[in-house]
């Protein structure tokens, strides 16, 4: 099933000319099916090629997040063929019947990260929008989890019109060859020359930015907040999606530390921001708490001395939550001024985006 990126592209062109992913209204259904049975089947192999960073139980739950988000695609099949069309509305035009419509060839590319979410999760999609899609990776025929694409795929879903590329050279890939390029890694070099294609996207998925929340001003629940804080620092949640540090101001912090775990392989405070030249001294804290898989509880005179740290942080952030009744009034700054991906309002969300 395996093949050079030029025999792929022929191949799935021509596969995209036959209108196969187009002929049977239910041709995405039988390949989600597929793909379902293909993960059950091979579950304890699957995570067994899962990334070495997550423990047993974090693999096994992103398996079961995979199928839930199987699960959607296949409901969302059987509503698209049991009515093709929706109705919609615009200005001028009136009320409108509007279908979706696959875009043709896509290309989907993985870096060598955790199979079941940046590979599966993205082939997905792809199928459930009747591409011809090309799977894609820098990696040889002999890694591991190529080697299981290569014998299994094959047996659960269409072979005409999901392809598989090992040893992926970036620089092979031509823009007018294919009609979509999505790809998941944790570097861009690679892939510079694509990225100034007009139809490629690119997804980090490295694990290397951190994910932060400021609690701020006003009254507020502390079992609730404390609740939020262990549910998103647990070792059971993927490290992409991991709250790794919160600010607390100094006068909130003997309401908040009795309601978290004392254990220091749980929870780690941190007095450094208060003290002068203190920002070094809670970088290091930062990396070796994420390290150790540890909240790191922050002190700060304020909000805006939070707001201080994250700027001169040189490690890059993902997510910046802000909690508390009154974190509204701070957002706007957040997003002009602070270096994060995310900015999340009231409450601490997964990072990882459904694919």
Known sequence: MSMKLRDAVTEARTSWQCNYTRIDARWSLKQLHGLYHLIL????????????????????????????????HIQD????????????????????????????????????????????????????????????????????????????????????????????????LVEGDVDLVAIYDEIREPYLNNLSFSKTAFFDTSNGAFNLAIVGEGAKSWSDIARELQ?????????????????????DINALRCLLPLSST????????????????????????????????TLVGSVDQAFDALVALSSPIRQLALLGPEAGKHEDYARAWLPAQIVSIGSVYPTTVPV
């Not at 014998?151 to 620089?171: H, M, T």
Request: hydrophobic share 40%; with cysteine.
């Open 41 to 72: 089947d091979n579950r304890d192999e699957l995570a067994k090629h899962a990334s070495s960073e997550y423990s047993a139980c974090a693999n096994e739950k992103d398996i079961a997040r995979l199928v839930g988000e199987l699960s959607l």
């Open 77 to 172: 099949a059987h509503q698209t063929i049991a009515r093709p069309t929706r109705t919609a509305s615009a200005p001028l035009l009136g009320q409108l019947e509007v279908s979706r419509q696959p875009v043709g060839v896509s290309v989907v590319v993985f870096g060598p990260q955790n199979p079941l979410h940046w590979i599966l999760g993205p082939l997905a999609s792809s199928i459930a929008a009747r591409n011809v899609t090309i799977l894609a990776s820098r990696a040889p025929r002999s890694d591991p989890t190529m080697a299981l694409l290569e014998r299994e795929l094959p047996k659960y879903v269409d072979q005409e019109c999901v392809l598989l590329v090992p040893s992926f050279d970036p620089a092979n």
């Open 231 to 251: 549910g998103a620092s647990n070792r059971l949640v993927m490290q992409q999606d991991r709250l790794h540090a919160v600010f607390v101001r100094e006068h």
């Open 266 to 297: 749980e929870t780690t405070f941190s007095d450094s921001l208060l003290r002068e030249g203190g920002d070094a001294d809670f970088e290091a804290a930062l990396l070796s708490a994420k390290a150790d898989c540890r909240l790191l509880v």
